[in-house]
């Protein structure tokens, strides 16, 4: 199928009370020349940026627990989800984001990271792009407990695993986050802790 044109964009914003969601009514040029209106709802919650910590000399990974009301509403009986360290930009470069937010989350803080790719994690309904990195980790870049930021309402949980038992929770159901699975199974390719 060729490059459809729109024309004829129409925004409503249906909430802005958490992030922003919006209506778009448009015009959109089919295959054959001719026009059809479409409406579409976007959710807007800004960019965001996602690391993966990896310690190659212990074979291990550093992830997060916290609880995700979505989840909780869509079948996750206790709404407790294990994932990679995350986070908006609110503003931040992906590379200073990430930095702050491993700070945040996990009490690491790491002077080096890579980026390794980008995504539109949910293009059918989420405007965001998710910045990927990946970054190594020692015990004595431990600066504090983690858990995340105060002001935020986070209650997160630091997890240390080794590499193959990361790898494992992907198959048991353990892990099902996009993005810890996309991170892992970069490190797995790319055999980071080997």
């Given amino acids: 199928m060729k490059n459809g044109s729109i024309k004829n964009i129409k925004k409503e914003v249906l909430s802005d009370n958490w992030y922003t969601l919006n209506k778009y009514v448009y015009d959109y040029q089919k295959e054959d020349g001719s026009w059809e209106t479409q409406e579409r709802e976007a959710y807007d919650r800004?960019?965001?940026?996602?690391?993966?910590?990896?310690?190659?000399?212990?074979?291990?990974?550093?992830?997060?627990?916290?609880?995700r009301m979505p989840?909780?509403?869509?079948?996750?009986?206790?709404?407790?989800?294990?994932?990679?360290?995350?986070?908006?930009?609110?503003?931040?470069?992906?590379?200073?984001?990430?930095?702050?937010?491993?700070?945040?989350?996990?009490?690491?803080?790491?002077?080096?990271?890579?980026?390794?790719?980008?995504?539109?994690?949910?293009?059918?309904?989420?405007?965001?792009?998710?910045?990927?990195?990946?970054?190594?980790?020692?015990?004595?870049?431990?600066?504090?407990a983690g858990g995340g930021a105060d002001d935020e309402t986070e209650n997160i949980e630091v997890l240390e695993y080794p590499f193959e038992t990361a790898m494992a929770m992907i198959a048991s159901g353990e892990i099902k986050d996009a993005k810890t699975i996309l991170l892992l199974q970069y490190a797995a390719i790319h055999k980071l802790l080997e």
């Fill in 46 to 67: 800004g960019n965001g940026a996602a690391i993966l910590l990896y310690n190659q000399r212990k074979g291990t990974v550093v992830l997060t627990r916290q609880f």
């Fill in 71 to 144: 989840t909780y509403i869509n079948g996750n009986s206790n709404g407790m989800m294990i994932e990679v360290c995350a986070g908006l930009l609110d503003g931040d470069n992906p590379e200073d984001c990430i930095k702050k937010e491993v700070e945040e989350e996990t009490g690491y803080q790491v002077d080096n990271v890579e980026k390794v790719f980008e995504s539109y994690m949910s293009p059918g309904s989420v405007t965001e792009i998710l910045h990927f990195f990946i970054g190594a980790y020692e015990e004595k870049m431990k600066v504090g």
